[in-house]
């Protein structure tokens, strides 16, 4: 099972970024998709997801407006459209993939993150 983001980068104040996440071995059309951030000294904070049932969308309210998630389950891949980026977005970002099986264990795959530095 493999989780890879990529995308990240440093970019100003106002600018622009799209994070991508390609999944293998699992079924990714089983699987909801959320991307994930920590700021240094901060905790994990859930940033945007997508059901894999109907395609919709969860946002944090730091981020709506600003943010895009889609998936294409076609490519096995997820991404982040980041507009107007200010600098309290600088973080890692992950990539986490989680279902409730049919007897209710959850499972879930992380990726190893991205770097988004945003410079003011």
């Known amino acids: 099972v493999q989780l890879v983001e990529s995308g990240g980068g440093l970019v100003e104040a106002g600018g622009s970024l799209r994070l991508s996440c390609a999944a293998s071995g699992f079924t990714f059309d089983d699987y909801v998709i959320g991307w994930f951030r920590q700021a240094p000294g901060k905790g994990r904070e859930g940033v945007a997801c997508?059901?894999?049932?109907?395609?919709?969308?969860y946002y944090a309210d730091s981020v709506k407006g600003r943010f895009t998630i889609s998936r294409d389950n076609a490519k096995n891949t997820v991404y982040l459209q980041m507009n107007s980026l200010k600098p309290e977005d600088t973080a890692v970002y992950y990539c986490?993939?989680?279902?409730?099986?049919?007897?209710?264990?959850?499972?879930?795959?992380w990726g190893q993150g991205t770097q988004v530095t945003v410079s003011s």
């Open positions: 997508i059901s894999n049932s109907d395609g919709s969308t």
């Open positions: 986490n993939a989680a279902r409730i099986t049919s007897s209710y264990e959850y499972l879930d795959y």
